[in-house]
């Protein structure tokens, strides 16, 4: 299933988020930060990919429901099991 790129925006946004969330977790890891602080960042990073891959399987599920889609119960099953793999 193709989705279109404009919807998955606010997607895009959250991963260049967590990218940089990453890098300071790298940065932090590297300059011997407290372990808490560490953990902490890594935690929202980790949190901030699931989100976008929740809402990657939500925009994908709102196509499967609303577009005409001849691939309709095909590509709802693909979409359950996508969004299985994150749960």
Do not use: H, Y
Not at 57 to 79: H, V, W, Y
């Amino acid at each position: 299933m193709q989705l279109d790129p404009e919807e998955l925006d606010p997607v895009i946004k959250r991963l260049r988020r967590a990218q940089g969330q990453l890098a300071a977790v790298i940065r932090m890891i590297e300059e011997g930060r407290e372990c808490r602080d560490i953990v902490t960042q890594l935690s929202a990073c980790s949190k901030a990919i699931d989100r976008a891959g929740f809402a990657l399987i939500s925009t994908g599920l709102q196509e499967c429901i609303n577009g005409d889609n001849p691939n309709r119960d095909e590509d709802l099953a693909a979409m359950e099991k996508l969004f299985l793999s994150l749960a």
